[in-house]
């Protein structure tokens, strides 16, 4: 999977929430919501915290999903990854670490180490198309 930048086009297409974020977001709350996991939102018109560039939240397609403790925040990591080629997700941050589908787990060196969130970044196809319903299928 190739890893899709924020681009102009895109920033000015889209001005809320996309609505597979909005899915993949009410599937994961349904399923960790009980262990304490919590929306920490989707869209955000801002640039990535400490850099100039836009953050996937400008856009629409990337997740905070909060959590109580790292060992919610490692089940939230591992149900995501263990799924990208199906779901979507082009990058995951959680806990000073960032991964790729197709790439090696490596150290985060951004501003925010993200301890107490778990951060989704989505293709635009999956922002724009992935459906709960498509969601069941996938962790079935």
């Known amino acids: 999977m190739i890893y899709e930048p924020v681009t102009r086009a895109e920033l000015n297409a889209h001005h809320g929430p996309r ?5 993949l977001r009410n599937f994961l709350l349904f399923f960790f919501n009980s262990v304490g996991a919590r929306d920490g939102g989707i869209y955000n018109r801002r640039t990535v915290r400490g850099g100039t560039s836009m953050s996937t939240h400008a856009t629409g397609r990337a997740i905070d999903i909060m959590v109580p403790s790292q060992e919610v925040g490692n089940a939230v990591w591992m149900a995501v990854a263990s799924k990208a080629p199906w779901n979507g ?6 806990n000073r670490y960032v991964w790729k589908p197709g790439e090696q787990v490596r150290p985060y060196g951004g501003v925010n180490p993200h301890t107490d969130h778990v951060h989704i970044e989505l293709t635009n196809g999956a922002a724009d198309t992935m459906t709960t319903e498509w969601l069941g299928k996938v962790y079935a």
């Open 89 to 94: 997700v082009q990058m995951i941050i959680w």
């Open 19 to 23: 609505p597979g974020a909005v899915a």
